[in-house]
């Protein structure tokens, strides 16, 4: 499924982590690599910038291109194939440029804070490449290079067609690394804001949409047990918060990966994310593989169906 991993290297931060899960996941997938880095800037339009020592900006490329090589040898001596690329400027569109020549089919990156940077929101708007987002500090040591580079596997489901973007996905990495396949059904439930003045009534209405939407939550993942590998496990939990709930599996399930579709049924087409896959991504503790579900510049039939959805609820 995946050939060819485009590894986005910054030379200025600790690459300890994303170097472990690539050298890893090529390894195990006989993938090539190849390792993206940003040069030494080029002189911008501020007067006080114009002029580039020739000699420092020789050193500084030098200085990159060696600490790529190490990386390049380190792959190579484990039979990986892998090249270096360098830019003058790391946004969006050169890399995406990139990916595309290469024929890239993965995209690797390290998350530098609890947020989705500006880059990042690019990719994930303007290419339909799936990528894999690691914490800052994500936990390497339990990336064995040599073995499984992932032991459980999280592929959150919210009954949408959209979010099954991602089975194929979960069920090619879960059966390639032999891991466990944790498929989980957050069940939220019915936002009540007026808890004072809750009649019986009330409740009891409460209770049976609770009820029913579990019942089909767990009819749901029974229909989809077909799709996917024997050593796949199902979660399912009824929860104020889906957000809370899935970073709260993530801890107590040690989790290594969480496979994710950008959108749910209620994301909308005009962000490249929904709110959910949102939190996830800044705030997961695990590495996150981003799967985007709709097409670029192509929202028509998504919105139509929203719209649907909307007309038949009233």
Same mark, same amino acid.
């Given at each position: ?62 200085? $990159? ?10 792959? %190579? ?98 059966? $390639? ?11 939220? $439930? ?10 019986? %009534? ?113």
């Amino acid at each position: 499924m995946f050939n060819h991993l485009l590894i986005l290297v910054d030379r200025n931060a600790d690459s300890s982590a994303l170097i472990a899960h690539a050298e890893c996941l090529a390894g195990m997938m006989q993938a090539k690599v190849t390792l993206l880095s940003a040069g030494p800037r080029q002189p911008s339009d501020d007067t006080n910038s114009q002029f580039v020592d020739p000699v420092d900006w020789e050193l500084q490329k030098t200085v $990159t291109e060696s600490y790529l090589r190490d990386i390049v040898q380190k792959f %190579e001596e484990r039979g990986i194939e892998a090249h270096i690329k360098i830019l003058n400027n790391m946004d969006a569109d050169n890399i995406i440029k990139i990916a595309q020549e290469e024929q890239a089919d993965l995209i690797a990156t390290v998350r530098q804070a609890e947020n989705i940077n500006d880059v990042l929101h690019a990719l994930m708007k303007n290419t339909r490449i799936p990528i894999l987002s690691l914490p800052l500090f994500a936990l390497s040591h339990n990336v064995d290079a040599e073995t499984r580079c992932y032991k459980k596997i999280l592929l959150p489901l919210d009954g949408s067609k959209r979010a099954e973007f991602t089975l194929p996905v979960g069920r090619y990495l879960a059966e $390639t690394f032999d891991a466990d396949l944790i498929v989980t059904h957050i069940v939220k $439930t019915v936002d009540m804001p007026w808890y004072d003045s809750i009649t019986d %009534e009330d409740a009891n209405i409460y209770n049976l949409m609770v009820d029913s939407t579990k019942r089909k939550a767990e009819a749901y993942l029974a229909a989809i047990k077909p799709r996917l590998p024997e050593n796949t496990r199902f979660h399912l939990e009824i929860n104020d918060s889906v957000r809370a709930a899935l970073l709260h599996l993530v801890e107590d399930e040690q989790i290594d990966l969480m496979v994710l579709s950008a959108h749910g049924y209620g994301g909308e087409p005009k962000w490249p994310y929904g709110s959910i896959a949102s939190n996830l991504i800044a705030y997961s503790p695990a590495p996150v593989l981003i799967v985007q579900d709709l097409p670029i510049n192509e929202v028509g039939t998504f919105t139509q169906d929203v719209k649907y959805r909307q007309t038949k609820i009233r």
